[in-house]
């Protein structure tokens, strides 16, 4: 560095917070949108969709839909003022950059969207078990018989609340339609 680069009285070449030279001490706030944005988008959708369902479970829907749309609101003024105050800096990086941490994140992905595809033909409960079975498998690496008992409860529980009680309109699939035949219900 010539004497003509040096900074002079003391200061840094490059001011602090400009990435250049030093850390950016900012909060990165990009890759903290993905889920409100996908919240929203899933809110949007069930909130259309709901136009079969009794009105007990519309009002239960509108209202959980107004405590999330407003949290939102709550987290959108947050990070605009960190931004408009020089806290926040727009940043995705945070996604990916930990490689094993992107693995998981991208396998949970992938098997929401396989539970997904699988619901016209497996229905709700046992695509929801077959989603919460891998997951527990694969990500939480529980044991195989841990695995079965809780996923089989959770999505058991789903049925009752979903199915059975709400009479939610949700794909039947081979397990609905056997408890129906068994059951008349």
Do not use: C
Not at 73 to 94: N, Y
Request: proline share 5%; aromatic share 12%.
């Amino acid at each position: 560095m010539s004497m003509s680069e040096q900074p002079h009285d003391g200061q840094a070449k490059y001011p602090e917070g400009s990435g250049r030279g030093s850390a950016d001490r900012r909060e990165a706030t990009g890759a903290d949108w993905v889920i409100p944005i996908l919240a929203v988008a899933f809110t949007t959708y069930y909130l259309i969709s709901i136009e079969d369902l009794v009105w007990e479970a519309k009002i239960a829907a509108v209202f959980v839909s107004v405590v999330l749309y407003g949290l939102i609101a709550i987290f959108a003024l947050k990070t605009l003022l960190g931004l408009r105050q020089g806290q926040h800096r727009v940043d995705f990086s945070p996604l990916w950059e930990n490689g094993p941490l992107f693995r998981i994140r991208a396998l949970l992905f992938g098997l929401a969207v396989l539970s997904v595809a699988a619901l016209p033909w497996a229905g709700f409960t046992l695509s929801t078990f077959g989603f919460l079975f891998a997951a527990f498998l694969w990500l939480e690496r529980m044991s195989l018989r841990m695995a079965l008992i809780t996923a089989g409860a959770l999505a058991l529980s789903g049925y009752v609340l979903f199915i059975a009680i709400l009479r939610t309109p949700f794909p039947l699939g081979p397990f609905e339609l056997a408890v129906r035949a068994l059951t008349g219900l």
